[in-house]
């Protein structure tokens, strides 16, 4: 009776996380057609799916813009990782480098702002507040990722304590500000990014040992 029950309940959770996904996939397309700002009540109407339908799956607005904000990361996430096979695998293939981290970084999220901006806004609205300590935060997860993915912890002879963090939060800041600036007249996706990358990869301190640029 058990192994029934237990199967029951496997196939619920996969039936609702699958009806999840394809509510979050209907929303973002309605928030990418018809703004970021867009009421329950709009989102229901223009989704065809009732309000107590969507508050059964994201509790309210903001666990929507939650929802969002996690597929949000998974884009980055997986932008980076395709991004270290294909050095991996190109003719001139070596190991993958901070910098290229970097800037796979930056592309993606530039091109989740570029290619789909009103989503992109629509994550920002729940974190439009930045709190290092925030569990969850879009912006606070990237920046998470970013020092993950850059190893900015205490291993760095480039930081002291948590100082790689508060770089990766600082960084985070300036992407988001410059690609919200950006975004009103926006140019080339690929050069802006590379400009952005560029910037910021100066501002990291120098490598121990390293001889530091002249004044």
């Known amino acids: ?59 309210d607005r903001a666990g929507l813009q939650e929802a969002m904000g ?12 395709e991004a270290s096979t294909t050095v991996a695998d190109s003719d001139d293939a070596r190991p993958v480098d901070r910098r290229d981290t970097l800037e796979a970084m930056i592309r993606a999220f530039v091109g989740l702002a570029a290619g789909a901006p009103n989503v992109y806004r629509f994550c920002d609205q ?16 990237v920046a998470d990722l970013l020092a993950e993915r850059l190893d900015l912890d205490v291993t760095d002879s480039r930081f002291d304590g948590d100082d790689g963090r508060l770089w990766a939060a600082g960084a985070i800041g300036f992407v988001r500000a410059a ?10 996706p690929d050069a802006f990014a ?6 910021l990869w100066a501002s990291l301190p120098p490598e121990a040992g390293a001889a530091l640029p002249a004044p």
Do not use: C
Request: charged share 30%; hydrophobic share 30%.
């Open 1 to 59: 009776m058990k192994s029934l029950t237990d199967g029951r309940s496997t196939r619920w959770q996969e039936h609702r996380g699958s009806r999840r996904r394809e509510l979050l996939r209907t929303v973002r397309h309605v928030v990418d057609e018809r703004g970021d700002d867009l009421s329950m009540e709009q989102i229901s109407e223009f989704s065809g799916t009732t309000k107590a339908v969507l508050y059964r799956y994201f509790t």
């Open 70 to 81: 996690d597929w949000a990361m998974q884009v980055i996430a997986n932008s980076l990782d």
């Open 126 to 141: 729940a974190v439009g507040r930045f709190d290092p300590g925030e569990q969850g935060g879009f912006f606070s997860e």
């Open 179 to 188: 690609t919200e600036t950006w975004l009103k007249s926006p140019g080339s």
């Open 194 to 199: 590379a400009s952005v990358s560029t910037w």
